[in-house]
């Protein structure tokens, strides 16, 4: 098993935070290789920033991502800058109200309200950890629990209830948009044999 | 031997008491089983008649009329068939079976075919046995001094101010009906027990609730007409369909009752008798087969949607085939003793299948689990739930979305659901996630809405048509064109009001139940 990461988005998003909770998440939980590289500098002050992350059941022996699994982009300037980066059919998963425009790409495409989500929840600032519950739920990279606690570890004390609320919550979208796309395509089956 | 099985035997007092007669003039071994009752008409003995007998004990009943076309008063042979066919179907659905009920109409001269009809009769009863009815009757109380003092202070009424914000709130008082909450509670503060406001009025209060959201001594007045009816005599005359549930209530507190609950089930309903998730249906059928010739409603729908719904999530619960009725109306209407044995019933049922969350869709049966029960000292041990939390919980996940519907839609919300915050807010949540044309409040709404007009099968009488017009009239300005409910018994109320024949085109409307709304346009994004 291999996985390369990219996480896109502007400087403040927490995007480099999110990127070290999936690491810890399968280091120390999963009991998997991973390495972690984050770009930061002019992007601190807003642009795209990204952190790039390998997990693996080997030895990684060179930490860069060159072509990711999965995409997360949390701005639009991210996904610009990034979108070369997937791989041929790649999970690209994107906050939908950040990145207005997708272009078609060979695999799964996942728009999440994760911005909108974290504002109802009371902090803009935790659409990064929706985002990484919605990632755990639909690409398998890493365990449920090891996130759980990964994220509980991560934030700042005495965030951790409203946290874990937030990761749930996108986990839970990330298994009902799941199982809508089996049904659909299901019914679709349906439908065609019928017809 | 059979010697103590009981049938009773309503003989109409032409042809077929004729014959009968014949059959004592000349000694005939008539079965010693059967006690005959002369009644004027086979028509005149209604569903609560018939049941009534069952409800007390009896182990088979027959009625006897003429021949349609013979019938002194012209429909009295087609009305009886039509009682007979309805209550055969409760008598199905409690597992008693409809053979118990017999039915036939013989001629004057038919006196052998009669003698050989009863016979057979009591052969069949004497092959079925005994009814596992076990006649529960409601305890012989009366209203004391102490006891009425105990309610009075259990429940506030000592702090009432005499400001009269509940008359003026209380929608019976309203529709103009002489009925004043505030009058009752000087009475009951006064010790003023034989005045009409206890013996007559605490049968004619609907229990909505309005008076206590708008009392500032918070006197809990729904409670205290509760108690205070647990603690008078009951009073016969303010039974609506002359008693027919509140007989079919105390019927089911039999332990032996092999209920068939969920006999109509549809064959596309997944259901696991292993999950720890029970779907508690609520009296939706008995309602159904009940009405089936007089307002041809079907409550059920909503039991299906339901389970539909949560197929929908995947989820196959769990059902009761023995499912009682949850008792609701019995303690509302006074029948404390038979509701605890019909709780008990329900929660040692619910307990053996390892229930760890019951989920309803009728607002009553939620309270009766969620509060009256533990109120009445019956720990349930496993969480309830009403439909609208799990749509909602399962919903807010994300990825489903609803069909476009067309139709302008209001609401009436169900009195055990409104009278808190939650429950005005749940199933305003979801109706905003619908894809209807336009939503509209009717000008009482929320925790203000008004009572479809009846509780616990008490006090229905013109006021309360009254109450159900004028509901009607708001939900029609509002200019919808569906009115959404949430309890079955709004429904059956509220399209009993709509049978005017002098009003109907001003109120009749379309109604269903959230619930089926929700199941006929939920779809995955």
């Known amino acids: 098993m291999r996985k390369e990461i990219l996480i896109t988005g502007l400087g403040g998003q927490g995007i480099v935070l999110a990127g070290q909770v999936l690491g810890l998440a399968a280091c120390l939980a999963d009991h998997l290789e991973a390495s972690f590289t984050q770009s930061y500098g002019p992007e601190a002050r807003g642009g795209a920033c990204s952190a790039q992350l390998i997990i693996s059941d080997a030895k990684i022996h060179y930490p860069y991502v060159r072509n990711a699994d999965i995409l997360v982009c949390m701005s639009q300037s991210g996904y610009e800058k990034y979108r070369n980066m997937l791989k041929h059919e790649g999970t690209l998963i994107v906050d939908q109200d950040m990145v207005r425009s997708v272009e078609s790409v060979s695999g799964d495409v996942f728009p999440v309200p994760a911005t909108r989500m974290a504002e109802e929840l009371g902090r803009k600032m935790m659409a990064n950890i929706v985002m990484l519950g919605f990632v755990t739920s639909v690409t398998e990279a890493v365990s449920l629990e090891g996130m759980l606690s990964s994220v509980a570890d991560s934030v700042p004390k005495g965030t951790e209830k409203t946290n874990l609320a937030a990761f749930n919550k996108g986990y839970d979208l990330g298994r009902a948009m799941l199982k809508a796309r089996t049904k659909k395509a299901a019914a679709k089956h349906e439908s065609k044999e019928q017809g | ?525």
Not at chain 2, 50 to 60: M, P, Q, R, S, V
Not at chain 2, 124 to 131: A, D, P
Not at chain 2, 301 to 327: K, V, Y
Not at chain 2, 339 to 361: K, P, Q, Y
């Open chain 2, 1 to 525: 031997m059979n010697d103590d099985l009981k049938i009773v035997l309503f003989l109409c007092n032409w042809s077929p008491h004729a014959a009968y007669q014949t059959l004592q003039d000349s000694l005939a071994p008539l079965p010693v089983e059967i006690r005959m009752i002369r009644i004027p008409c086979s028509g005149r003995i209604t569903k609560s008649l018939l049941f009534k007998a069952f409800e007390t004990g009896a182990d088979g009943v027959v009625l006897l009329g003429c021949e349609a076309g013979a019938c002194r008063y012209g429909i009295g042979t087609r009305v009886a068939q039509r009682n007979i066919d309805d209550t055969r179907g409760i008598l199905n659905l409690l597992g008693l079976g409809e053979q118990r009920l017999g039915f036939e109409s013989f001629n004057p001269d038919q006196h052998q075919e009669l003698l050989a009809y009863l016979t057979a009769f009591r052969n069949r009863i004497g092959e079925l046995g005994k009814t596992p009815v076990v006649a529960a009757g409601r305890a012989e109380v009366s209203l004391s001094a102490r006891s009425a003092d105990e309610i009075s202070r259990a429940h506030n009424v000592y702090v009432c101010q005499d400001c009269g914000k509940c008359s003026s709130a209380c929608p019976l008082a309203l529709t103009g009906k002489q009925f004043s909450p505030r009058a009752i509670a000087n009475a009951a503060a006064a010790g003023d027990l034989d005045s009409p406001a206890i013996r007559e009025d605490i049968w004619s209060c609907l229990t909505c609730g309005l008076c206590y959201d708008r009392c500032p001594s918070a006197v809990s007045f729904p409670d205290f007409i509760k108690d205070m009816r647990c603690a008078t005599p009951a009073n016969a005359k303010m039974n609506a369909h002359e008693g027919f549930f509140h007989s079919l209530m105390r019927a089911m507190t039999s332990p032996g009752l092999p209920v068939r609950h969920w006999e109509g089930l549809p064959s596309d309903i997944q259901t696991d008798p292993e999950s720890k998730i029970l779907f508690f249906g609520g009296c939706a059928p008995y309602f159904d087969t009940f009405f089936k010739n007089h307002l041809g409603i079907s409550t059920s729908e909503t039991l299906f949607d339901a389970l539909r719904l949560m197929n929908f999530f995947d989820i196959r619960p769990s059902i009761l085939q023995n499912e009682r009725c949850c008792g609701h109306d019995l303690l509302w209407s006074g029948d404390r003793e038979n509701f605890i044995r019909l709780a008990r019933l329900n929660v040692e049922m619910i307990s053996d299948m390892g229930v760890e969350e019951l989920v309803t869709a009728c607002p009553e049966c939620y309270r009766a689990f969620s509060r009256d029960y533990p109120e009445n000292g019956i720990k349930t041990g496993f969480k309830v739930s009403h439909i609208f939390e799990l749509a909602e919980a399962e919903i807010g996940k994300g990825a489903v979305g609803f069909k476009k519907l067309n139709r302008k839609i209001t609401f009436q919300d169900p009195c055990r659901l409104s009278r808190t915050e939650e429950g005005v807010q749940l199933p305003r949540n979801l109706l905003k996630r619908l894809k209807v044309a336009d939503f509209t409040e009717m000008r009482d709404h929320g925790a203000s809405s008004l009572c479809c007009g009846n509780c616990a099968w008490t006090g229905c009488d013109s006021y309360s048509k009254a109450m159900q017009v004028n509901r009607l009239k708001q939900a029609r300005q509002t200019g919808a064109n569906l009115l959404v409910t949430a309890c079955p018994k709004c429904r059956i109320h509220l399209t009993c009001a709509m049978e005017d024949p002098f009003l109907e085109n001003e109120i009749r409307m379309e109604m269903m139940d959230l619930t089926s709304l929700l199941a006929k346009t939920i779809e995955w994004e």
